[in-house]
């Protein structure tokens, strides 16, 4: 989705249709209990069928390596923005996964994440291969340094983890029962624009434009609300900021009309287009849809280039960041990007620790 | 649709295949985290060096040049950068004590990238109604970059409600109002 077609599809779709096509307002069932255990879905099964086929192609040593406690509070944090060498990660390394292997977990990562957010992930990891690697000290990029863990077994009646990420990638993808939270997970990358086998990519420009779209639809005084600084700011929830709310700040949707909340709808849709199947981005986006009036918009930095300034949607339900990384180098061509469930990381709000 | 149209011209332009430099940090970034929280404001922090900048950090917190950051040289380091810091609650300044220090290893911060966490805290008492509180970042050790954000820890039966944020366009400077209210 994200190749050059793709977005070019995307793009031109969103801009020549009156209404942006919505997923429907079906919304699972709340709490996902009953009678003291969990039920499961189709999708779920799906899940965890390609779960249980991944670590079938494992040997006794891989699935030690793979497998750590549903409640380990240490390996839930355990993901970062940052490269090998200044971050350690654990479980599993691409890098060492034989091609049966790899196989198996990329249909994983694709019945968790949706085939757009498998393009993504592969665009990640292609993008930190073509990142030239540094040329002292113990730091190492490319898509063998990318790991994957569970906490917790597979399973359609109990909940557990699926973790996968390396540099500049995190996906914390917790099932409990027909429920999956992908809070926090991590998403951008560098470079940002490239060319993988032929084919140009721009990781992030569904998102870009979208967010651009939604500044531009607004007027003076809605800009003046909008427009909280001129100068991009650092990520403010990334990786070791769990369990942090944000106060809303910016222009919230009460104060859009009806196609600026399609606009700031659509832009939420983008992101979660990257990193959750659609029959979960079906319901997350109905509970996105009913809080979006208390939902608020909010852009620091500049209007040009595309790409080069940060904003932030804060609702009851979602915390996206958008934050290019402009420390020296060309913001367009690198971005941490994190996305949040107030009152749901990890599915605390489905599965509880305490 | 035409300014949507004209960024998708721009994007596609920019997709020329160009190099890219692997972090090429010159900047130190600078992360303030304020909780409101009862009895007191706690700071923390974050300080993240590019790779340009982070050998004078290093520099500036291993006094004896060692090429380790013992828990002594932390605690001294964090006293100097907090004290450039300054905290007003209902416009009377109040002292930020510095806490401890949050150091990786000495070979980790050298690449860029790796945050050091700064904790202090600050004494409020909680009354019922609407209160200010002011935050600003003058430690500018070289090229910075600063931003500040308020969060609440509601306890003991108060509960915080932020009814309105200003900032200064260059982050150094965070004034929030907020209401307090007794359950």
């Avoid at chain 1, 691409?94 to 249909?107: P, Y």
């Avoid at chain 1, 917790?152 to 996906?171: D, E, T, V």
Wanted: hydrophobic share 40%; net charge negative.
């Amino acid at each position: 989705m994200n190749t050059l077609a793709g977005v070019v599809a995307v793009v031109l779709g969103a801009a020549c249709s009156v209404s942006y096509p919505r997923p429907g307002l079906a919304q699972q069932a709340g709490g996902s209990e009953a009678a003291g255990r969990f039920y499961s879905d189709p999708q779920t099964e799906r899940i965890v069928n390609a779960a249980d086929a991944f670590l079938a192609t494992l040997t006794d040593e891989q699935k030690t390596a793979v497998l750590f406690e549903f409640r380990d509070i240490e390996q839930r944090a355990r993901w970062s923005n940052l490269p090998e060498g200044i971050f350690e990660r654990k479980g599993l390394a691409w890098g060492d996964l034989e091609q049966a292997q790899r196989a198996a977990l990329t249909n994983l990562l694709e019945a968790v994440l949706g085939p757009e957010g498998m393009e993504n992930v592969r665009e990640q990891m292609a993008a930190d291969d073509a990142l030239p690697a540094p040329g002292r000290g113990s730091v190492k990029f490319g898509s063998a340094y990318y790991y994957v863990a569970f906490l917790g077994r597979p399973s359609a009646s109990s909940p557990w983890m699926l973790q996968y990420g390396g540099h500049h990638l995190a996906i914390n993808a917790t099932v409990v029962g027909p429920d999956l939270a992908l809070s926090p997970s991590l998403t951008g990358g560098q470079p940002l624009k490239f060319v993988s086998e032929g084919k140009p990519v721009y990781i992030v420009l569904e998102e870009a434009v979208q967010g651009a779209a939604l500044l531009d639809s607004f007027t003076d005084a809605q800009r003046e609300k909008a427009v909280i600084g001129s100068q991009t700011i650092d990520l403010v929830l990334g990786p070791g900021k769990d369990g942090l709310a944000l106060q809303p700040e910016g222009l919230p949707g009460a104060g859009m009309n009806v196609q600026q909340k399609a606009q700031l709808l659509a832009l939420i849709e983008a992101r979660l287009g990257i990193i959750m199947n659609a029959d979960h981005r079906k319901a997350k986006t109905a509970e996105v849809e009913r809080n979006l009036e208390q939902t608020y918009f909010a852009w620091w930095g500049p209007a040009e280039p595309l790409g080069a300034a940060y904003w932030r949607v804060t609702g009851p339900s979602i915390l996206l960041e958008f934050s290019p990384q402009a420390l020296g180098g060309d913001p367009t061509q690198h971005a941490h990007n994190i996305y949040r469930e107030p009152d749901n990381e990890y599915g605390a709000a489905w599965a509880p620790l305490e | 649709v035409k300014h949507i149209a004209r960024r998708l011209l721009a994007a596609l332009l920019a997709l020329l295949p160009r190099s890219v430099e692997a972090h090429p940090l010159d900047e130190l970034a600078q992360s303030a985290y304020l909780t409101i929280a009862p009895g007191e404001v706690r700071l923390e922090l974050d300080l993240t060096p590019g790779i340009e900048v982070a050998g004078p950090l290093l520099h500036a917190m291993d006094g004896d040049g060692n090429r380790m950051v013992t828990g002594a040289e932390a605690r001294i380091y964090a006293g100097d950068v907090l004290a450039r810091s300054s905290l007003s609650l209902d416009h009377v300044a109040t002292s930020l004590v510095a806490g401890d220090a949050e150091v990786p290893p000495y070979r980790r911060i050298e690449p860029g990238g790796t945050t050091i966490s700064i904790h202090g805290t600050a004494q409020r008492l909680d009354s019922v109604g609407a209160h200010v509180l002011t935050y600003r970042n003058d430690h500018q050790p070289g090229a910075s970059r600063r931003t500040a954000h308020v969060f609440l820890r509601p306890g003991n039966g108060w509960q915080y409600r932020v009814t309105g944020q200003q900032r200064s366009d260059d982050g150094r400077q965070l004034t929030v109002t907020y209401v307090v209210t007794r359950q």
